[in-house]
Nanobody, 121 residues
């Protein structure tokens, strides 16, 4: 069974830092793009950062210069380093990965269970 397991969320004061991790496990043929999304209460899920299999990245304007996405392909893991956190960054953060489970399979999106990040003022 394929799983994306996130870790690293928590409570931090404004201006602080957190590092989120997301590890993909199970029978996986290949991993394409991976990303981090957030969902605040009453709001839609939105993209924070995305990284392709060759390391190209893109960021939401709201996190540029503060968040850094990276990945370790050998560990099937994606990270999100979050610096200079603001109260408005408070949300549940979800990991996403576009997976191919076997040769010639279609690319399918998978999601983690989410990890809470709370930034106090």
């Amino acid at each position: 069974q394929v799983q994306l397991v996130e870790s690293g969320g928590g409570l931090v004061q404004a201006g602080g830092s957190l590092r989120l991790s997301c590890a993909a496990s199970g029978s996986i043929f290949s991993i394409n793009a991976m990303g981090w999304y957030r969902q605040a209460p009453g709001k839609q899920r939105e993209l924070d950062a995305r990284i392709t299999s060759d390391g190209s990245t893109n960021y939401a304007d709201s996190v540029k210069g503060r968040f850094t996405i990276s990945r370790d392909n050998g560990k099937n893991t994606v990270y999100l380093q979050m610096n200079s956190l603001k109260p408005e960054d408070t949300a549940v953060y979800y990991c996403n990965a576009d997976l191919v489970l076997y040769y010639r399979d279609h690319i399918k999106p998978y999601w983690g269970q989410g990890t809470q990040v709370t930034v106090s003022s």
